[in-house]
Nanobody, 124 residues
Framework: QVQLVESGGGLVQAGDSLRLSCAASRRTPGTYPTGWFRQAPGKEREFVAGISWGGDTTRYADSVKGRFTSSRDNAKNTMYLQMNSLKPEDTAVYYC?????????????????WGQGTQVTVSL
């Protein structure tokens, strides 16, 4: 079992930046956080970004490529999502996920553990 805690969300204007953090309560092979997802009202949860345990592989949804960057600090059991040039369509609850072992995947079913989410709201 692992607890994931996201932080860093908030209300910003279009063009601003935010950095989300995902802190894991344990550091074992089955509990490394590797994925970021988001869910907007009335929409399904969608993949945003992911980073492998070693940090050597990253994946991004087309809608965020070039604007979002995922990174990690394994010594702190923490994964980050730097979000630049935010747009109103980025408004959603953002979740981090763990349990995919060492790699990041786009499919939610590959993850076992989920954080409680952090709200990101981007206004015009």
């Amino acid at each position: 079992q692992v607890q994931l805690v996201e932080s860093g969300g908030g209300l910003v204007q279009a063009g601003d930046s935010l950095r989300l953090s995902c802190a894991a309560s344990r550091r074992t092979p089955g509990t490394y956080p590797t994925g970021w997802f988001r869910q907007a009202p009335g929409k399904e949860r969608e993949f945003v970004a992911g980073i492998s345990w070693g940090g050597d592989t990253t994946r991004y949804a087309d809608s965020v490529k070039g604007r979002f960057t995922s990174s990690r600090d394994n010594a702190k059991n923490t994964m980050y999502l730097q979000m630049n040039s935010l747009k109103p369509e980025d408004t959603a609850v953002y979740y981090c996920a763990a349990g995919s072992l060492l790699n990041a995947y786009e499919e939610p079913y590959r993850y076992i553990y989920w954080g409680q989410g952090t709200q990101v709201t981007v206004s015009l």
